[in-house]
């Protein structure tokens, strides 16, 4: 089974997750994450607060790409225009659980909203 196998048929969130894991080398400038993201894309996030637009959200989860080393998904809810991914990120120093909460727009992802604890996010090598 592969690591996106709980992600149900959705090849927007497939996509989506085997960018952020395939390492800061294979991301490079974000180029692949671009088109899954909306023009008017939003991002909300505990540490980088309210995030418009899809260029900036490239250049951010750069930190996030660069330090995992493993997700493990727990639990996955997809729909038509939206979703939630519950799942453990493994960072350098530890592993933090994450809950996502996507909208999706014309095949692309509209917004997303991410809950984490910040304080053991940095503390477990997040940047």
């Given at each position: 089974m592969s690591a996106t196998a709980h992600l149900g048929d959705s090849p927007l969130l497939r996509t989506y997750y085997t960018i952020l894991t395939g390492g800061?080398?294979?991301?490079?400038?974000?180029?692949?994450?671009?088109?899954?993201l909306a023009d008017y894309f939003v991002f909300d996030g505990p540490?980088?607060?309210?995030?418009?637009?899809?260029?900036?959200?490239?250049?951010?989860?750069?930190?996030?790409?660069?330090?995992?080393r493993e997700v493990s998904f727990v639990q996955a809810v997809v729909a038509d225009d939206s979703a939630a991914v519950l799942y453990d990120a493994v960072l350098p120093n530890g592993t933090v659980r994450f809950a996502e909460f996507f909208e999706f727009s014309n095949g692309t992802i509209k917004t997303l909203h991410i809950?984490?604890?910040?304080?053991?996010?940095?503390?477990?090598g997040g940047h």
């Open positions: 800061i080398e294979e991301y490079g400038d974000g180029r692949e994450l671009m088109p899954l540490i980088a607060g309210v995030v418009a637009g899809a260029g900036r959200f490239a250049q951010g989860v750069r930190g996030f790409v660069e330090a995992v809950h984490y604890n910040a304080a053991e996010y940095v503390a477990a």
